[in-house]
């Protein structure tokens, strides 16, 4: 696959506490100029983003990255991003609960943020690092029953990030409807074509303008 094609399924990425927003348009020209996805920013800056470059598809975070907040913190969170002018959100799931075995509550917050979200795209981070096989696979089964419309495995700020084996794992067991992010831990060219190349509809990923540049692909 083309780098081109590969970008075009790009998240491009800057979640850091420091960004500031000089760095915050940096990524918006460059996700412009390469024809990314989208831009995947902190919720404070959607707003200048989205007024700055109208024209670009902007996601953001959402409980991010603990996944902790309550659930009607995360669906406030949702709407006022999508009212200042995000298309995507990517919450992350409240790992406590699955961790307990409330799997009730899990879905139940996952079906609010998909009301919250109606119309937009709803991506759903398990964050596969803390999980077992057994969780990912009842998450997989969770987001497909919420009707998310993508399983994401990756805060990036976690302990792991994407594996190839999270990503099959996922196509086993997410429903036909489920599109699949993989984001974090890509760290080299291959990294990112392997991900691609294995069926990934979005990559998460900071990275890979820079990786692509030097490598002389793009």
């Known amino acids: 696959m083309e780098a081109k094609e590969i970008l075009k399924k790009v998240d491009h ?3 850091k506490a420091i960004s500031d927003w000089e760095s915050i348009k940096k990524i918006c020209e460059d996700a412009l100029e390469y024809n990314t996805a989208s831009v995947c920013i902190p919720p404070s800056y959607v707003k200048r983003a989205h007024e700055e ?6 996601c953001t975070v959402i409980g991010f990255p603990l996944g902790y907040n309550t659930t009607a913190v995360k669906v406030f ?9 995000a298309k995507e959100i990517d919450m992350v799931i409240n790992i406590g609960d699955v961790k307990n075995g409330d799997w009730d509550l899990v879905l139940s917050e996952v079906k609010a943020l998909r009301e919250a979200t109606e119309g937009y795209i709803l991506k759903v981070i398990i964050e596969t690092c803390y999980l077992t096989e057994e969780e990912k696979i009842k ?15 990756s805060t990036g700020f976690g302990t792991a990030g994407a594996t190839i084996e999270d990503v099959k794992l996922f196509k086993e067991h997410v429903g036909p409807d489920v599109l699949i992010k993989a984001a974090g831990g890509m760290k080299t060219v291959e990294d990112i074509e392997a991900f691609a190349e294995l069926g990934c509809s979005r990559l998460g990923t900071s990275s890979a303008m820079r990786l692509f540049k030097e490598a002389g692909k793009i």
């Open 13 to 15: 990425t800057l979640l």
């Open 53 to 58: 470059y109208p024209e670009l598809n902007v």
């Open 77 to 85: 969170e949702a709407k006022d991003a999508i009212e200042n002018g």
């Open 139 to 153: 998450m997989c089964e969770i987001v497909t029953e919420a009707r998310a419309d993508y399983i994401k495995t």
